[in-house]
């Protein structure tokens, strides 16, 4: 089934059943998917081999990180081409090499801070660089804040407290910052995406979003954005067409350029269950992790999953028709 976006440039093909696995091997859930600058792509995943790493072209490569990290949730890359790696089990950030070494750790391992204080960490969920390498960390579960920390681990300050105003966050999932130094913060259960300073000041907010979770910004001076939402997560709504899972493209105003994904969850290429993590390589192709399994849990309790139930979907970027 090809996917068609007709938004300009904006055309993708899904490509079906991308990324071989060894015997053995499971994803269960993708919680974090990136690009090196190899455009070797690297799966943060809650199976017993907790980061992946394939070619291209979806050959293995290797993997790593077997009992270090409980549950995956968050992956990023620094302009070294370093990762940061988010645990939401295990509270805390590590900062690795493209082979597994582990360069720094942000928080104490397997020991959350109380309940909503807004203490770093409990449950934290992604990382963002700003242009001098602060890092800045959404915690996101079990608080409603942002931490700012410096290059080498330092917390700096923090903002944010429950609530649904400005500034406030219902489940701070996911986070991104441009060249110029605007932080993106993917407010989920509030349905938007915030802009915030350097400081934590508020700027603006982006709507029309239906639980935003996976966010992905390109490098450089007005980046594009790429926003994968949850999608619809109750009973009395879940079979409520247009409210996603979906992909949303937009550029760096929030203004919305393109949009695929079935009206509602589906099984087919190009349709999603539950997308947690986005990322885009060197030749515009998107790849999209689902914690799909912990999603089906959630909404169908004891009912077995199909067999068609996937983590990980790649979006092969098509060059537009030209007008007749």
């Known amino acids: 089934m090809d996917v068609s976006v007709q938004s300009g440039e904006y055309g993708y093909q899904p490509v079906e059943n991308w990324g071989t696995l060894p015997p053995g091997f499971s994803f269960q ?54 990762l940061y790696l988010t645990d939401d089990a295990d509270h805390t950030v590590r900062h690795c090499t493209r082979d597994g070494k582990v360069l720094l750790t942000i928080g104490i391992p397997g020991k959350p801070a109380p309940f909503m204080s807004g203490e770093p960490f409990h449950r934290c969920t992604h990382t ?12 996101g579960y079990g608080n409603a804040r942002v931490h700012k920390y410096s290059p080498d681990g330092k917390h700096l300050f923090s903002w944010g407290q429950p609530g649904s105003d400005p500034g406030e966050f219902n489940i701070v999932h996911n986070i991104c910052c441009d060249a110029d130094g605007w932080v993106y913060v993917a407010d989920r259960e509030n349905h ?50 247009n409210l996603g899972p979906r992909v949303t493209i937009t550029d760096h105003t929030g203004k ?42 959630g909404v169908h309790g004891n009912e077995p999953p199909p067999h068609q139930l996937r983590c990980l979907q790649k979006f092969r970027k098509v060059e537009a028709s030209s007008p007749a």
């Open 29 to 82: 859930d993708v919680g974090g998917v990136g690009v090196d600058r190899d455009d070797n792509v690297y799966v943060f995943n809650r199976g017993q081999h907790p980061m992946i790493v394939f070619d291209r072209e979806g050959n293995f490569l290797r993997s790593w990180g077997e009992g270090l990290f409980p549950r995956a949730h968050g992956l990023s890359f620094g302009p070294d081409d370093t």
């Open 128 to 139: 963002a660089l700003s242009p001098q390498g602060d890092i800045y960390i959404s915690d």
């Open 192 to 241: 938007r995406i915030q802009v915030f300073d350097g400081h934590g000041h508020y700027e603006t907010q982006w709507n029309n979003l239906h639980r935003p979770c996976g966010l992905y910004m390109t490098p450089g001076r007005h980046p594009i954005c790429y926003i994968g939402e949850l999608g619809p997560g109750m009973a009395i709504n879940l079979e409520v067409p």
């Open 256 to 297: 919305r350029l393109a949009r695929f994904g079935g009206l509602k969850a589906g099984f087919r290429p190009g349709e999603f269950q539950a997308p947690h993590s986005i990322a885009v390589d060197s030749h515009g192709d998107i790849y999209v992790g689902e914690v799909s399994w912990t999603n089906w849990r």
